[in-house]
């Protein structure tokens, strides 16, 4: 059973900086490679980042590269989005999902709750 849950999220003003947390209760984690995806209102949901099993190698979304930074702790089962220089364009709901590192493609077909970001200008 897929249980994970985002955190994090909160009302910032452009500029500013957020730290997402992604839990995994039901050692989902284990080997695999992991993304951060975003859901704005009105649009799809689309992958921001994504990161290997062991960490080594990750890549972004053209609209947050050199902005935001994925990572993980595998040691305590936990995925983080840091997100700097925040625009409002970032707004929406953020999730994180067991990925292909090298399609995107989420693993899982249910999702969690989400975390929302809104950024205001």
């Known amino acids: 059973q897929v249980q994970l849950v985002e955190s994090g999220g909160g009302l910032v003003q452009a500029g500013g900086s957020l730290r997402l947390s992604c839990a995994d209760s039901?050692?989902?984690?284990?080997?695999?490679?992991l993304g951060w995806f975003r859901q704005a209102p009105g649009k799809e949901r689309e992958v921001v980042a994504a990161?290997?099993?062991?960490?080594?190698?990750?890549h972004y979304a053209d609209s947050v590269k050199g902005r935001f930074t994925i990572s993980r702790n595998n040691a305590n089962n936990t995925l983080y989005l840091q997100m700097n220089s925040l625009r409002p364009a970032d707004t929406a709901i953020y999730y994180c999902?067991?990925?292909?590192?090298?399609?995107?493609?989420?693993?899982?077909?249910?999702w969690g709750q989400g975390t929302q970001v809104s950024v205001s200008s």
């Open positions: 039901g050692r989902t984690f284990n080997g695999n490679a």
């Open positions: 990161i290997t099993w062991g960490g080594g190698r990750a």
């Open positions: 999902n067991v990925v292909d590192y090298y399609t995107d493609a989420p693993v899982f077909g249910s």
